[in-house]
Every structure is written in structure tokens, then in C-alpha cells.
């Protein structure tokens, strides 16, 4: 089981803080405003290395070199993320906008960890940030707001997954929606829930309309027992259909991360989190719940018969960040939409928050990944073997 690779700690508000945290923004607003001049000016895209040795530093010399560099380097991600963007939403925006402040980031040539004390180098002739830290030292260090108080985020990087290797991982959500949703850096993989979920539906209402039919009936009657047992037989009946799609849609799944080349299948776990749900929704929510559970079971043994390795991982909050500026609001329909211009389909958000959250950078942007999903849909017939896959209508 892999553990939290994100540790976050809340750190308050101080004077240094605040300047560090400034530098950052004057520093990024700079980069903003230097490359759109030089578009404008000279019609050329200044390369982030060009503009790392343009501006070298914040003007007055308070972050740490690589941190500097840091902040050059979101500015490029941003840019990156638009341009893909843009291929399929003509709404997209470029980041054009200054920023008071911004977050800071410190690599591990800055960090260090000593006698209970994170200490957090800054440029040359300032005090590094000291912070308590009864932890191992962290890979990579951000500091940003979250509204009330500055927040550390620590990224550690996890003994089984390198970076190099994150290419072969998959993120898989358990959809509101969707039975099942894979994302594995590249390419977004729906299992279509709809039939599933009309034949609950099915269920349901046969389950009442066969139970008031049976309640009217004498007790002990030949009615009543004929009754009884033809609606044992088609909740059977339904429950064998629904068994056969959740199969059928998870081995296809399954088979095509393999086919993919993914070694590592990281499934969002949620039984704790879906206790906050009000009660009215009790009884749909365990019917979820247990959907959920043997699609989870299914994924697990299928996977590891391929000999891929399966693992769980907490999902808190993996449905509602955004991939691209990592804010966080609920999403009201199917579609995931943020203010910073990111949007795509709810559930396969989930399932990239899971995979980043898993391999430790929940904090670091997705960049030029956003291709329309590839949709795996119930055919009566699909079986393991390669069928060309469908592309998912949005
Ligand atoms: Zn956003």
C-alpha cells in the first residue's frame, strides 16, 4: 500500500512569508510581461531557458536561484497547458494575467532538514523560512495560500515509483457516472456506465412493483409463492445481466492499460468519505457503494493476473481539484469546469487527480494531456481480445 506522498501543513501568515511569497509574484508577473512584450516586439517565443538567464533572479535577490527558476518554469507550464488546450476549446485563455503574489517552490538543493527544523534556503544574504518538521527531508517543497494562512506542501517522492517510471502508472476513478475511469498520463479511458446504470434503475422498480404485487396477496397462497418465486427469478435474471456488463466493461479496461504498456494500477479508495452523504440518499448510496466495491474487487483481480500491480489510494478531493491551478470546487453537472479555463469530463478528473496524488505531485500542473477520451462501451459481445476502441462522445 502506498501512503500519503503529499504531506501538507499549515504554517500561518508571517512578514517573511509574505515577501517570499511577493517575490514570487512580482518575479512571475515579470515573466508574463517579458514574454508577451518580446511576442508583441520581436514576434518570437522567448524559450523558458532564455528567460531564466533574462531574469536570473527576482529583482531584489530574496528567492533561492532554483526556486527563481521555479517560477519561470510555471509560467511555461501554463503556456503549455493553453496551447493544448486551445486544439479542441477556442474559449481557452493564455495566461496573460500579473500576480501579486505566487506561490514558491524549493528544490531539494534548498532544502533541509536538521534537528526538528525544515530550513528552506533564500537568496543569498536572507534568513531561510525555518519551520518545525518531525519528517524524513522532502524532494520538492511548494509554499502557497489556501485562502487563510500559508501552507507548505511537501512532496516526497516514493520508493517504488521514480519518475521515470510514472509513465507506466494509471489512475482509475470509480465514477458517480461512469463504472470506471482510467487515466495514465496520457490517454483518458471511460467505461460507459450508461446501460449499467439504466439496469439498476430497472431493478429498482421491478424490486417495488413485484414486492407491492406480492404484498397483496394472501399469505401462504399458491399466488403469493408463484409470485415470490418468478420475482426471485427476474432479480436473477437482471443481476446476472448487470455481473456480465460490469465484466466485460472492467476486463476491457483492464486489457487495454495493459495493452499500454501500464504496470502500476492506482484505484481511487472511498469508503471512508461517503459517510458526510445526507440520508435521503442513504439507500443510493450504498448501491454505490457496493457497485463500487465489486468493480474495485473485479479491477484488482484482473489487473493482477496480467501481472500488474494494484494499489489503493485515499481519493479525498481527487474529484473536485482542478488538474491545471489545483483550486477546488465542486463540479454541477458532468463536466469539470474552472475558472482558470480547464475543463473536461468530470470523472476522468477524478481519475487524474488519483494518479498524480499517487505518484506525489498533486501540486505540479497537467500539462498537454487533455486528448479526448477513448470510450470503452458495453457491446453484447466484447470479449479480452484487442477490438479497435471508440472515441467517447464528451
Ligand atoms: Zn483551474
Redesign the pocket.
Known amino acids: 500500500m502506498s501512503n500519503y506522498t503529499v504531506r501538507k501543513l499549515k504554517i500561518g501568515n508571517t512578514e517573511q512569508m509574505q515577501t517570499l511569497s511577493r517575490a514570487a509574484g512580482e518575479l512571475y508577473s515579470r515573466t508574463v510581461v517579458n514574454f508577451w512584450r518580446t511576442v508583441r516586439k520581436q514576434n518570437k517565443w522567448l524559450k523558458p531557458s532564455s528567460m531564466m538567464r533574462w531574469l536570473s533572479n527576482d529583482s531584489e535577490n530574496r528567492l533561492h536561484a532554483h526556486s527563481a527558476d521555479a517560477v519561470v518554469q510555471s509560467f511555461y507550464a501554463s503556456l503549455k497547458s493553453w496551447r493544448e488546450r486551445r486544439k479542441t476549446d477556442p474559449d481557452a485563455r493564455p495566461p496573460r494575467r500579473r500576480k501579486w503574489f505566487f506561490k514558491v517552490q524549493w528544490k531539494s538543493s534548498a532544502i533541509k532538514v536538521k534537528d526538528g527544523k525544515l530550513r528552506l534556503s533564500n537568496g543569498q544574504g536572507n534568513e531561510p523560512l525555518v519551520i518545525d518538521w518531525a519528517w524524513d527531508t522532502p524532494k520538492l517543497i511548494e509554499m502557497g495560500w489556501d485562502g487563510k494562512q500559508y501552507e507548505i506542501r511537501a512532496c516526497y517522492a516514493t520508493e517504488e515509483v521514480s519518475i521515470k517510471e510514472s509513465g507506466t502508472v494509471a489512475g482509475i476513478d470509480l465514477g458517480e457516472i461512469h463504472l470506471a475511469v482510467a487515466h495514465d498520463g496520457k490517454e483518458t479511458i471511460i467505461a460507459n456506465g450508461r446501460l449499467l446504470r439504466s439496469k439498476r434503475r430497472y431493478q429498482n422498480k421491478l424490486k417495488a412493483k413485484l414486492s407491492g404485487l406480492i404484498d397483496v396477496k394472501k399469505r401462504g397462497s399458491k399466488r403469493r409463492k408463484r409470485l415470490i418465486r418468478s420475482k426471485q427469478r427476474q432479480l436473477a435474471k437482471l443481476n446476472n445481466q448487470i455481473k456480465d456488463i460490469q465484466h466485460k466493461q472492467t476486463t476491457k479496461l483492464v486489457s487495454t492499460l495493459n495493452n499500454r504498456g501500464v504496470q502500476t494500477v492506482v484505484i481511487g479508495d472511498i469508503r471512508d468519505i461517503r459517510k458526510s452523504v445526507d440520508y435521503g440518499k442513504k439507500a443510493n448510496q450504498k448501491i454505490h457503494q457496493m457497485l463500487h466495491g465489486q468493480t474495485r474487487q473485479m479491477l484488482t483481480y484482473k489487473a493482477e493476473r496480467l501481472g500488474m500491480k494494484v494499489e489503493l489510494q485515499d481519493e479525498h478531493y481527487t474529484s473536485q481539484t482542478?488538474?491545471?491551478?489545483?483550486?477546488r470546487h465542486k463540479p454541477k453537472n458532468r463536466l469539470y469546469k474552472?475558472?482558470?479555463?480547464?475543463q473536461f469530463h468530470r470523472d476522468a478528473v477524478g481519475s487524474i487527480n488519483i494518479r498524480r496524488k499517487y505518484l506525489g505531485c498533486m501540486d505540479i500542473p497537467v500539462v498537454g494531456v487533455m486528448a479526448s477520451p477513448i470510450g470503452v462501451r458495453f457491446k453484447p459481445h466484447l470479449q479480452c481480445s484487442p477490438v479497435p476502441l471508440l472515441r467517447a462522445e464528451q
Not at 482542478?322 to 483550486?327: A, F, H, L, N
Open positions: 482542478c488538474p491545471q491551478c489545483g483550486k474552472c475558472s482558470c479555463g480547464f
